[in-house]
């Protein structure tokens, strides 16, 4: 008699049970299946109690001995939540069309941390829903991790961009009527000057409809906080970034930036051959190929979920040698291993989050649930070759991945000057999360080096005028 084989550890039963109510939000969106706007205020309204009900839970178990919790059920949580996250910037894409402009520059701040789900009402969601009449749409910053300044950005109709808006909430009463507890809020929502419709609020005190109010009856202590005055800084340089003309030097936050859009290029995408590779590991369980010579995918699926050491991912390595992104006779071989999904990733992601990857729904679903895994292999080598086709130099001093320069010779009235093109580390994470061309990046690059050839005098001019304002 055969001895019995130990039966898998099955999974985290509070776990699987939020990965299901994860699911049950994220499908209907995706397939578009929602009548109004009040469905996707109520699918906000869900993610943001799924989000802190994780956080409870993860909570609970790093805090009270009694739970007995492992370490890889507290990390299962964590990824859990990194999921609900990344959907929740999915929905800020979908709000801000895309458009990185509007997004990236509300990216730039600490991490907000999430609070463990109460049972008493959110006077951040009160606000949002009593200042909608006024101010349009709410989308909640807290579901999110790309924006983390203000708390709410509002959207209505016609209008180029949103408004932002920090809000800070004050108790004005708390009485106990029967097993409830009534609690009356104050709130002040403040937001930049000069944005757009700002100046056709009017706002009536007396007004009841909403509980929130643009304007506080009496000055409250915490508007006066070191902390307030800087999260008011961080939103006004936020909309001076969104609001800046492009291709004109300028000053936020009296530091000298200069902002440009380049059009997309034509540059075929990755993901015809990610889509391949996907068929292909759901029938057989792995597949790897490349793209443009600088690129292989190794994709695995697993109906039950991955082990670290999976012998799929040692096959890989055979395969890289193989592939033809690798040079045969020069040591310009610098691999760059990426996930293109990892729950362990620190945020924020300025990248389009997968849930938008143009891959069949099921795919995203697999995701989700740990049985699909896309890892990109970069030749940086490739890449650089690339950008030096552009006329560019490239220094790559060490052997690390991300130790990448671009270079630039200026000539001008002045004598020449070496320019080193602004970090392309975020363009080049985002080409790869994205399932992007190298030739996307080599064009960035290139269309930097065009504007500042054209604009390094105004650059040197606001420099020196700096440098003079500096001696007065």
């Known amino acids: 008699m055969t001895e019995p084989e ?30 109004s706007a009040q469905d996707i205020w109520k699918l906000q309204l869900d ?43 999915t929905l800020a894409w979908a709000f801000h069309h895309g458009d990185r402009s509007l997004l990236y520059p509300m990216s730039f701040n600490e991490k907000v941390p ?15 829903e009593g200042l909608s009449p006024r101010l349009g749409f709410p989308l909640l910053h807290d579901i999110t991790d790309i924006l983390r300044i203000g708390d709410v950005s509002f959207f209505r109709a016609g209008l180029e961009r949103p408004m932002t808006v920090e809000l ?56 006066d906080s070191r902390r307030f005055r800087k999260q008011l800084e961080r939103m ?17 936050g009296g530091r000298p930036a200069l902002f440009l859009r380049m059009e997309a290029d034509d540059s075929p995408t990755h993901w015809p ?52 992104i690798w040079y045969a006779d020069t040591n310009r071989n610098m691999m760059r291993i990426t996930p293109l999904v990892d729950p362990s990733q620190r945020g924020p992601h300025r990248w389009m989050p997968y849930f938008l990857y143009p891959i069949p ?44 320069s671009v270079l630039l010779d200026v000539p001008s009235d002045e004598g020449s000057y070496l320019v080193d093109l602004a970090n392309l580390e975020e363009n080049i994470a985002e080409m790869i999360m ?10 960035l690059a290139a269309h930097m080096a065009d504007n500042i050839r054209d604009l390094l005098p105004d650059m040197m001019r606001v420099a020196r005028e700096d440098e003079d304002r500096s001696a007065e």
Do not use: C
């Not at 999430?114 to 949002?128: D, G, H, Q, R, Y």
């Not at 104050?186 to 009017?202: C, D, I, K, R, Y």
């Not at 970034?241 to 030097?249: E, I, S, V, Y």
């Open 434 to 443: 994205e399932g992007g061309s190298i030739q996307s990046v080599a064009a």
């Open 168 to 223: 800070k909430a004050s108790v004005v009463s708390r009485e106990r009527d029967g097993d409830q507890v009534k609690i009356q809020y104050q709130m002040s929502a403040v937001w930049p000057a000069g944005a757009e419709h700002a100046e056709s609020l009017p706002v009536d005190p007396g007004d009841p409809a909403p509980m929130a109010q643009a304007t506080p009856r009496r000055r409250q202590a915490g508007l």
């Open 236 to 252: 006004s340089d936020a909309h001076a970034q969104r609001t800046a003309d492009l291709g004109k030097p300028t000053k936020i």
């Open 361 to 404: 729904l099921t795919s995203r679903v697999d995701i989700l649930h740990g049985r699909l895994i896309i890892l990109s292999i970069l030749n940086v080598g490739r890449l650089a070759d690339a950008i030096q086709a552009e006329g560019l130099r490239v220094e790559m001093p060490g052997r690390h991945a991300n130790s990448m």
């Open 47 to 89: 993610l943001y109690r799924l989000q802190r009900e994780v956080q409870a839970s993860i909570t609970k178990r790093k805090s009270d001995p009694r739970s007995k919790a492992s370490s890889d059920e507290i990390q299962a949580l964590r990824s859990i939540r990194w999921h609900a996250r990344a959907f929740g910037d």
């Open 6 to 35: 130990p039966p898998k550890t099955p999974p985290f039963e509070v776990g699987d049970a939020f990965l299901q109510r994860l699911e049950r939000i994220v499908v209907p969106l995706l397939r578009r299946q929602f009548r």
């Open 273 to 324: 051959v990610i889509r391949r590779l996907i068929r292909r590991a759901r029938r057989t369980g792995y597949a790897s190929g490349s793209a443009e010579q600088s690129t292989m995918y190794v994709v695995a699926y697993s109906a039950d979920g991955f082990e670290a050491d999976d012998p799929a991912f040692v096959r890989a390595g055979t395969d890289l040698g193989a592939s033809d």
């Open 114 to 128: 999430i609070e463990p789900w109460t049972n008493e009402p959110s006077p951040l969601v009160i606000a949002a």
